[in-house]
């Protein structure tokens, strides 16, 4: 397989599917994300200090992956109020976070004037001490809440925007392909809900992430269509910050104990996605983040060497993954990244949510 070629020119759906069918090219493949890596980046890790505020665990959604949902009736059910949210971000502030990543379950309560009280209490407060950057609300979320307060979404997302929604993530993506959705997430917006969410938001000038869950019951022709239609959005809106590959924790997952899903992603295939997704993003989407919930730390080092060039954050407080059977801890200190990315040869730079340098 001739992989230069790729380095400077387009790559296929059929190219990309006999990427991760490959088996004798394996570190052939992560080279030569590597090198389009530095040569579109350079050398330059960077992160976040910021602190993730799930503010309730009730929701309403049936999907077969999660194991952080409760009942509105179950003695672990959590709901914070807009207080103690904005309590919680004036505590990140001071701590020296820049973000505060905001989402939670499909909690019947919650519309977008919830929402938008959230943004106004967390700005307010943390004015004072000089704002902070609030991430919050997936697409799932922002369709959920426009609907019990019988708005549209482009409606709710300009009354998020003018209340300080600052950026959203692009979960609740899983993979894009309906057919998967059906078994994975039935219930859960359909792959061009999904897509109007994010078009809608950036072309009101709200960016996003951009994610995939895979590892589960997808195949290698899912993870390439779902990949190309982030592509085919990032080209039409140039709205994605970044892409942010998420394996599959299977441990404590619903799908996996029925016997309907396989037990999360090999290593292998972690790697791959890296690499792969470097070699079809390229600069179009500049930034690929490690999720080290999901790898740990040593597996993240490595994908720092296929073709990622982001640590994420420092977290503090995740318990979406932890629910599904995460092993890598919630909270990871800025000494600690930087460490991890100075000895693998590499240079941290602090940035913020939309990759402007700190530092």
Same mark, same amino acid.
């Given at each position: 397989m001739d992989l230069e070629k790729y380095c400077e020119r387009n790559i296929s759906k059929k190219a990309c599917i006999e990427l991760f069918e490959d088996t004798e090219n394996f570190f052939n493949i992560l080279k030569c994300a590597d090198d389009i890596r530095k040569k579109i980046v350079g050398d330059v890790v960077t992160y976040v200090i910021n602190r993730n505020i799930n503010f309730t665990n009730i929701c309403i959604g049936d999907c077969k992956f999660c194991a952080f949902r409760a009942g509105e009736k179950d003695k672990n059910a959590y709901f914070l109020d807009t207080d103690e949210i904005a309590k919680r971000a004036l505590d990140a502030k001071k701590f020296g976070c820049t973000e505060v990543c905001i989402q939670g379950g499909l909690h019947p309560k919650v519309d977008t004037y919830f929402q938008a009280e959230v943004l106004k209490k967390v700005h307010d407060i943390t004015k004072p001490y000089g704002d902070i950057h609030i991430h919050a609300f997936s697409p799932m979320e922002i369709k959920f809440g426009a609907e019990n307060a019988g708005l549209d979404i482009k409606e709710a997302l300009k009354i998020l925007k003018e209340n300080g929604l600052n950026t959203m993530p692009?979960?609740?993506?899983? %993979?894009?392909?309906?057919?998967?959705?059906?078994?994975?997430?039935?219930?859960?917006?359909?792959?061009?809900?999904?897509?109007?969410? %994010?078009?809608?938001?950036?072309?009101?000038?709200?960016?996003?992430?951009?994610?995939?869950?895979?590892?589960?019951?997808?195949?290698?022709?899912?993870?390439?269509?779902?990949?190309? %239609?982030?592509?085919?959005?990032?080209?039409?809106?140039?709205?994605?910050?970044?892409?942010?590959?998420?394996?599959?924790?299977?441990?404590?997952?619903?799908?996996?104990?029925?016997?309907?899903?396989?037990?999360?992603?090999?290593?292998?295939?972690?790697?791959?996605?890296?690499?792969?997704?470097? %070699?079809?993003?390229?600069?179009?989407?500049?930034?690929?983040?490690?999720?080290?919930?999901?790898?740990?730390?040593?597996?993240?080092?490595?994908?720092?060497?296929?073709?990622?060039?982001?640590?994420?954050?420092?977290?503090?407080?995740?318990?979406?993954s932890k629910s599904a059977g995460a092993e890598h801890g919630v909270y990871v200190s800025v000494n600690e990244i930087k460490d991890m990315i100075l000895r693998i040869g590499r240079i941290p730079k602090q940035r913020d949510t939309v990759y402007k340098i700190l530092e």
């Open positions: 692009g979960t609740a993506a899983e %993979i894009l392909d309906d057919e998967v959705r059906a078994e994975l997430c039935p219930s859960k917006l359909s792959t061009k809900e999904w897509i109007d969410v %994010i078009k809608t938001a950036h072309k009101l000038g709200i960016k996003t992430t951009s994610t995939m869950m895979y590892g589960h019951i997808e195949e290698y022709k899912h993870i390439v269509n779902h990949l190309f %239609i982030l592509k085919s959005i990032q080209e039409e809106t140039n709205g994605f910050t970044e892409f942010v590959p998420l394996s599959f924790m299977h441990k404590l997952a619903p799908i996996y104990h029925e016997g309907r899903a396989r037990g999360g992603a090999t290593g292998l295939e972690d790697l791959k996605v890296y690499a792969i997704s470097r %070699i079809l993003f390229k600069d179009i989407i500049k930034n690929i983040q490690v999720s080290w919930v999901k790898l740990g730390f040593k597996m993240s080092q490595i994908a720092l060497k296929c073709g990622a060039n982001d640590f994420g954050g420092t977290l503090i407080e995740e318990n979406i």
